[in-house]
């Protein structure tokens, strides 16, 4: 006999068909989405539950603004480049609006439209606020191992505490709680300062718009490689003859940073990709390096001597000491007041911890977004850094007014990317008891009894504070109690048309074989405790 042939793929247009079987394919989920079913979904909601009822311990309040936002807060305070990242379109009014690439900017918009409001009325001192959050988020890069287009964060923002240092404490241990809640026991924080390199580049004797340069050089080239380069492209540059001359001259007449905006911000609206072979990112380097040697020369002792900085990494203490030193090399002062800040964080995240931190300084540690303006941290799994951080934050204590706000309020945050977390924990192995929760019984029709019956009493066991299983497969006794055996359910209710007409079920406990008849009005009082219920006689 001649086996059957395999049903051929057939591709129309863009329906895919299996020739002979009259089924369509499934479609493939889009590139950077992944699906979250059964014990994906599971362990999705285990985490968020943990980090959610942690933050209730910190005395957070839950918060959730809408996945569509307007672009342009985006735009404004994360820097035009995150265009080409953000999922935004017009709406039918012609409102430029977007999916929203992160949290922080969201929960803080609405604390100044709900919180605040009244506040500002009366010209009243920023409010304090501690809000917590969960859900998606979107951007478009390159999908890879825990890096998705569409992922969710979980978080929280302590906004308007006047103590900086002890709410940039209990931010960060209130994520490494959060973390260990959710399962991550072995963590490697990395931390570092805006205000250590900024008061560096602030007292070299170079004009305020070479600072800026130097400062966007850090924020988008976090190798010290490019910084190097960066130097002697600018040199190279500033004798190159070419076809912006004009623009170069006219752009270096603008203020520090207005630049290199106007530009971004004309690429980014006429979607140029590539002019005479250079891509948009080339051309604005081009041309502000052009416009900071009409005003300056940078020369590279200087900027190596900030490449020196930021390769400054090591233990907190060790650290602090190349700092200073570095400073006094370069007879730089002003950098102790924010070192003893530094040091005084650390000692209240160890108040908060109990002891010393798995914790590495890190002097060139930068964040995506360039609204932060001094504590940065960024969490790893202990045992599974290649995924990237688990967890990020900062100080950003300008967003808020760049908002909205009438004045600077002082502001702190972090955001857990979950999706990295469930892989670092899957990498890790961890099997936490309520990552998979299982029920306390299965209910299970016996001797073909009618749905109705198993439905009213899985009912009565739920609202007795049972979580139940209802078995609609149409199982027999003997799978059913091979399916709870398999999945380590403590309980098979068996319900019969007899049973249910005077109000009883049949328990069967799988851990010691007990069989009992259980009346419904008496679960709540003695059932899930193992029930003095009448023996049913039946052992197997």
Request: aromatic letters at 6%; hydrophobic letters at 45%; charged letters at 25%.
């Amino acid at each position: 006999m001649q086996a059957p042939r395999p049903a051929a793929i057939v591709v129309r247009g863009k329906r895919t068909e299996r020739q002979g079987t009259g089924m369509q394919a499934p479609q493939p989920s889009i590139s950077g989405t992944r699906d979250y079913a059964g014990d994906d979904a599971v362990a999705l909601q285990a985490a968020r539950d943990a980090i959610g009822a942690t933050l209730r311990r910190y005395a957070y309040a839950a918060i959730d603004p809408p996945i569509l936002e307007s672009a342009l807060p985006f735009l404004n305070r994360s820097g035009e480049d995150i265009r080409r990242q953000m999922y935004i379109f017009p709406d039918p009014a012609g409102q430029e609006l977007c999916l929203r690439p992160e949290l922080t900017i969201p929960v803080c918009r609405a604390y100044l439209r709900q919180l605040q409001a009244k506040d500002a009325l009366r010209n009243a001192p920023a409010r304090e606020a501690r809000l917590s959050y969960f859900g998606p988020a979107f951007t478009y890069e390159a999908a890879s191992e825990g890096r998705y287009r569409q992922f969710y964060q979980a978080g929280a923002e302590y906004i308007g505490a006047p103590a900086r240092e002890a709410a940039d404490a209990e931010i960060l241990a209130a994520a490494l709680d959060c973390l260990q809640a959710a399962g991550l026991e072995q963590t490697w924080i990395e931390i570092g300062d805006v205000e250590i390199r900024n008061a560096f580049i602030d007292q070299l004797p170079i004009s305020d718009k070479s600072k800026t340069r130097i400062r966007r050089i850090v924020l988008r080239n976090p190798k010290s490689a490019a910084l190097a380069a960066a130097a002697d492209k600018a040199a190279a540059v500033a004798d190159e003859p070419g076809q912006f001359d004009e623009l170069a001259s006219l752009l270096a007449a603008a203020e520090p940073g207005k630049a290199e905006l106007l530009i971004r911000e004309v690429f980014a609206l006429a979607d140029v990709r590539h002019v005479g072979g250079r891509t948009p990112e080339e051309i604005v380097e081009r041309l502000t390096s052009r416009t900071a040697q009409q005003a300056e020369p940078i020369s590279a002792e200087l900027i190596a001597a900030v490449v020196a900085l930021l390769n400054i990494r090591a233990e907190p203490d060790a650290a602090f000491k190349a700092i200073r030193e570095h400073f006094r090399r370069f007879r730089i002062a002003a950098v102790e007041p924010v070192l003893e800040r530094c040091d005084k964080r650390l000692r209240y995240v160890e108040a908060y911890r109990g002891g010393p931190l798995a914790a590495q300084f890190n002097v060139g540690l930068r964040r995506g977004l360039e609204y932060y303006t001094g504590c940065l941290f960024e969490i790893y799994a202990g045992d599974a850094r290649q995924l990237g951080h688990v967890c990020g934050g900062g100080r950003y204590d300008n967003l808020l007014e760049g908002l909205g706000a009438n004045a600077p309020i002082p502001a702190v945050g972090f955001g857990i990317g979950l999706d990295r977390l469930l892989l670092a924990l899957q990498k890790s192995d961890v099997r936490r008891a309520d990552d998979m929760p299982v029920p306390e019984a299965v209910v299970v029709a016996a001797a073909k009894t009618r749905h109705e019956p198993c439905i009213r009493a899985a009912a009565a066991l739920r609202a007795a504070g049972w979580s139940v299983e209802l078995d609609l497969s149409g199982r027999d006794e003997e799978n059913a109690l091979r399916y709870a055996a398999k999945r380590n359910i403590p309980r098979v209710v068996f319900v019969s048309e007899g049973d249910m007409k005077k109000s009883n079920i049949r328990i069967r406990r799988l851990a010691d074989r007990d069989d009992r008849i259980v009346a419904l009005s008496s679960i709540a009082d003695d059932a899930k405790c193992g029930g003095a219920g009448e023996p049913a006689g039946r052992k197997k």
